[in-house]
């Protein structure tokens, strides 16, 4: 009935018609059980720190938690999501289905008209009634593009080995070619996957016999980022001298003075991050936070050569899926229309890590946030230096789950004090003005009161 991840309408009719002649009851059922006691299930849940210490408690597996079908008024409705919860359990083992008559429960979480909803192996159980895909439809065709978007995902590598990887895609016991992965994070490679493919990686020119070779095989579980091979080392930054400290912070004032729109009165503001984008972003980082890359720096305002800051790379349709989360949040502060332009990744910064004011490339990072994925260790507060857009510098506390939002290319900020604790990891949004070529010296009558041209030329009178 499912082929290639999508559902075959006929052969769906025909087990819908036998199936009500035989029926099937191979769904498990929790009936008795409240939402809350079902997600004490140690069968399905990972208890704290199982993984990682520093892991909350998660989702063992993709789940589909559905309404018991007995629960529903009609007899047909009952038969329908009765034989689509059995084919789903069928037709990928590598969700688990589960279902409730807790139905005040489940509507009250998940929506009036939600029947079922898929939750992603890795979810906080913090966040499962905040961040899942929900199905209302009672449509064969709903049913079928809702679980194909539910075992959407994608898998890469970043290949640190000494040889070019082969990719190979494994089906049936074959193995089809499916690309290359070169040496160096600039080469990660990326692959749209479902839920279940398997691939194979294995070294081009080595063979078994070599040191360095690779045979690895990867199932995809859920968005994921793997590192092959050992990232080699290399620290050959001397230390920042007092004067290139000073000529560092002049310039990066001169590049801030350039910025003549402004968008807020005060240039910055605090927020608690919105649920559900906090727990997609938590769901993929507590099942990758220990496959990280080491950064390295061109330039100097991350004490990189002392003490490395480590970057976890989220897939290119997660980033747009977190992008376009936000961004009515900070069009909504800012006044104006935006477009996401970066979002490099989740980047942990550790014990003795500093990092210098500045201000960030105008040309991309209009308006942007900082989220505070997670802290640990902290023996006191790693406080943001921020200055406003009149100058007046401000410090202030992130913690896990609040969001900075900041007008990045005018608003010096910076960590100068070095990090007194373990680890502080954030993740950062940049976006800047819709369709405006040169916003940062158009539109200034468009600035709040006080800094529009004529604002401040009376000011210098």
């Not at 960590?415 to 954030?426: A, D, K, M, Q």
Request: charged residues 25%; proline residues 5%; glycine residues 6%.
């Amino acid at each position: 009935m499912w082929e290639n991840g999508k559902i075959t309408l006929s052969k769906f009719i025909l087990f819908g018609i036998l199936s009500l002649l035989y029926p099937l009851s191979c769904v498990s059922t929790d009936a008795g059980l409240s939402l809350e006691e079902l997600f004490d299930d140690v069968d399905l849940v990972v208890p704290a720190g199982e993984n990682h210490p520093l892991d909350s408690r998660m989702l063992r597996h993709n789940l589909i938690l559905a309404l018991d079908p007995s629960t529903f008024i009609t007899k047909s409705e009952e038969a329908f999501w009765e034989n689509a919860l059995n084919r789903l359990e069928e037709a990928n083992p590598l969700f688990k289905v589960r279902t409730s008559a807790d139905t005040d429960s489940f509507r009250s979480a998940y929506g009036e008209e939600t029947k079922v909803v898929c939750l992603k192996r890795g979810t906080p159980i913090e966040y499962v009634f905040d961040y899942f895909k929900p199905c209302s439809s009672s449509k064969l065709a709903g049913v079928d593009r809702w679980f194909k978007q539910c075992s959407a995902t994608s898998i890469g590598w970043i290949n640190y080995s000494p040889d070019i990887l082969n990719i190979y895609w494994k089906s049936e016991g074959i193995n089809y070619p499916n690309g290359e992965i070169h040496i160096g994070e600039p080469k990660t490679v990326w692959k749209k996957a479902s839920i279940g493919h398997t691939f194979i990686l294995e070294s081009k020119n080595l063979n078994a016999s070599n040191p360095g070779y690779v045979h690895q095989e990867f199932v995809a579980l859920g968005d994921s980022i793997n590192i092959i091979g050992t990232q080699n080392e290399r620290r050959k930054r001397r230390d920042l001298s007092q004067e290139e400290g000073i000529h560092l912070d002049r310039r990066e004032r001169n590049r801030a003075q350039r910025i003549k729109r402004v968008f807020t009165n005060v240039g910055f503001k605090r927020i608690q991050v919105p649920r559900k984008l906090m727990g997609s972003i938590r769901t993929f980082w507590q099942s990758n936070r220990n496959n990280f890359y080491l950064e390295m720096f061109p330039q100097v305002h991350i004490n990189w050569w002392e003490r490395e800051t480590t970057m976890v790379v989220p897939p290119f349709a997660l980033k747009k899926e977190w992008h376009s989360a936000f961004q009515p949040v900070l069009e909504e502060w800012s006044g104006i229309d935006l477009s996401p332009t970066d979002l490099y990744g989740i980047r942990s910064y550790h014990r003795g890590n500093w990092l210098l004011n500045h201000v960030d490339r105008h040309q991309t990072h209009a308006v942007s946030a900082i989220i505070n994925v997670e802290q640990y260790g902290m023996e006191s507060d790693w406080e943001l230096e921020i200055e406003d857009v009149h100058g007046n510098v401000h410090h202030s506390a992130l913690h896990t789950g609040e969001a900075m939002l900041y007008e990045s290319a005018r608003c010096m900020h910076g960590r100068p004090r070095p990090l007194n604790g373990e680890n502080y990891t954030n993740v950062f949004f940049h976006y800047r003005p819709k369709g405006d070529g040169r916003w940062w010296d158009e539109d200034l009558e468009l600035n709040p009161p006080g800094l529009r041209p004529n604002d401040i030329e009376k000011k210098e009178l």
